[in-house]
């Protein structure tokens, strides 16, 4: 789980609910079609409209349509994902709970102050929903888009009502996704460090749309002369 998640929520002791609820019948069977369809997002998108899914099978099946690829936006535009996660409650997938003094658990509330997050991305794809708040994470993340520019560490902080779900991706670690409208003040931590996979982060040029977004770059992410996912698959488009 995200290694300040319980500063962030305010929460003592954060574990993962096991085991994890199974799908209805109901919600399996749209599941079902969702899986098969040429254009999963937008079968996703169709399905929440309808009223198709079950409330206690959303954050299932979004999160497994969201994590799917590298880039859920890139099939369905970020408005329509916003109406898809507005669509149920804050969440957490796989389910995070939080235990309480005489032993129960509690689904893991929505964080109750603003949040600090990182995200690595080319500038002019800095005002998007995927965000995380370990920083070497988002340093990872960002050389991803290195391919396509200068790919720059971004430091945000978001408010509470902005956070739209906790999701973990396998192999990568927990995604923030958040409402791009609850970001403010970035700007940059004091101090630039070399990551653990060799990334060279050092003083960003400010970007030619900085003012425009009012984003502060952290540091440049470069690949030391390595291709990104060089073993492994690569996706058309970094989200």
Known sequence: M????SANTGADSVERLVPVPRMS???FAVFSEIRTSRQ?????CDAVRAGRIPA?????????????DDSPTSDLAEADWLEIFRATAFFSYPPLVVRQPDG?????ARPSSAVTLYRGSLAD?????SWTSERELAEQLGRRHTPYGPAVLYKATVEPCAILAYLERRG????????????????APRGHSRSSVRANIAPA???????SVGDLPVGALTQNGRRPWEHGRREDRPR
């Open 104 to 108: 129960t658990r509690l689904p893991l």
């Open 56 to 68: 206690s099978d959303l954050p299932e099946i979004i999160a497994n349509i969201w994590t799917r």
């Open 2 to 5: 995200p290694t300040n998640i």
């Open 125 to 129: 794809r800095v005002r998007r929903m």
């Open 25 to 27: 019948a109901d919600g």
């Open 205 to 211: 040029q400010a970007s030619q749309n900085r003012d």
């Open 40 to 44: 999963h997002p937008l079968a996703l």
């Open 172 to 187: 990568e670690g927990w995604t923030v996704v958040v409402d791009p409208c609850g970001a403010r003040e970035h700007r």
